[in-house]
Nanobody, 123 residues
């Protein structure tokens, strides 16, 4: 059974930075592409970023390009999301997920999800 555990969320002022981590259990982490999604109150879940199994391909939602950076350390079974220049509209619960196939932007193409970590950006 795959378990994904996010950490690193918190309260930050606008313009600040946070780095989220997602630790995965199991020995197959390095074989899978991974992604980050977020969901704000009253809004649908939205794609944030994705990374291929070896880190060679990166994908970002347009609104995050230039501010967010996804990376991974396969030796540590961990994927990261560095978030800079945070805005109040980035406030959401952030989830990491393991990609199952298909395009990276649809949450339905991810088979395993973490419990999420809250990010709150104050103005």
């Amino acid at each position: 059974q795959v378990q994904l555990v996010e950490s690193g969320g918190g309260l930050v002022q606008a313009g600040g930075s946070l780095r989220l981590s997602c630790a995965a259990s199991g020995r197959t982490f390095s074989s899978y592409d991974m992604g980050w999604f977020r969901q704000a109150p009253g809004k649908e879940r939205e794609f944030v970023a994705a990374i291929s199994w070896n880190g060679g391909r990166l994908y970002y939602a347009d609104s995050m390009k230039g501010r967010f950076t996804i990376s991974r350390d396969n030796a540590k079974n961990t994927v990261y999301l560095q978030m800079n220049s945070l805005k109040p509209e980035d406030t959401a619960v952030y989830y990491c997920a393991r990609h199952s196939g298909g395009d990276y932007y649809a949450g339905t193409n991810y088979g395993y999800w973490g419990q999420g970590t809250q990010v709150t950006v104050s103005s």
